[in-house]
């Protein structure tokens, strides 16, 4: 299940199942979106990326998906591994040579 | 993908001691820099831009004179925090964009400053 913790909201699944992490961003001239993993210690690593233009795209075990009309992205792991264990982020930026803002993250923890 | 190359990874200094935090693009170039501080179960929060050539970016509530930023070439940007201070105490994070690249940024490995 999901709970909101003293600052980062978790999300907690079984070995084997799918996951969908939600975000809400918040600059509706933003047109690029990218999802991040951060393990403990680490910096951030980069999952995948979607522009404007597209509602969908897909990785390898992941899937973002966009709708602007509400200014929500979300991440879905297939069959979610104990490696996914993280915290995962999205990023957000306009066009040009601005920087990424990040939104708040998720604690996804797998139970084996 | 891009390497991207921070330095120290951790570091424990006494208070009233400077700090100085390396970043490198082993395998690009890199215009634009970016500084993240980033506190225990919370996000990444955007402290400066970096920008090779002129003068840093810095974003609201920042001090300038605390965090000083230099990026004197294409591959490498520093953070130097001065006179660090117990709340210095953070992990730092620097990401770098290629040039030319418009969005992608490649982070560092991040560096754990604990100030005594």
């Known amino acids: 299940g999901e709970s909101v913790g003293l600052h980062l909201p978790t999300l907690s699944v079984q070995e084997g199942d799918n996951s969908i992490i939600n975000c809400a961003y918040s600059?509706?001239?933003?047109?690029?979106f990218i999802w991040y993993k951060q393990e403990s210690g680490k910096g951030p690593q980069f999952i995948i990326d979607?522009?404007?233009?597209?509602d969908k795209r897909q990785g390898q075990r992941v899937t973002v998906l966009l709708n602007k009309t509400v200014k929500h992205l979300s991440l879905q792991i297939a069959a979610t591994q104990p490696g996914d264990s993280a915290v995962y982020f999205c990023?957000?930026?306009?066009?040009?040579?601005?920087?990424?803002?990040f939104g708040k993250g998720t604690r996804l923890s797998v139970i084996a | 993908g891009a390497v991207v190359s921070q330095h120290p990874s951790w570091v424990i200094c006494k208070s009233g001691t400077s700090v100085k935090i390396e970043c490198r693009s082993l395998?690009?170039?890199?215009?634009?820099m970016f500084w993240y501080r980033q506190f225990p179960k919370q996000s990444l929060m955007l402290m400066a831009t970096?920008?090779?050539?002129?003068?840093?970016?810095?974003e609201q509530g920042v001090e300038k004179d605390k965090f000083l930023i230099n990026h004197a070439s294409l591959t490498l940007s520093t953070l130097t925090v001065t006179s660090a201070h117990p709340e210095d105490s953070s992990f730092y994070i620097c990401?770098?964009?290629?040039?030319?690249?418009?969005?992608?940024?490649?982070f560092g490995s991040g560096t754990q400053l604990s100030v005594l």
């Open positions: 970096s920008n090779e050539g002129s003068k840093a970016t810095y």
């Open positions: 990401s770098a964009r290629e040039q030319g690249a418009r969005e992608k940024l490649f």
């Open positions: 990023a957000e930026t306009s066009s040009g040579n601005t920087p990424l803002v």
């Open positions: 600059n509706s001239a933003s047109d690029y």
């Open positions: 395998d690009f170039q890199a215009t634009t």
């Open positions: 979607i522009r404007s233009n597209m």
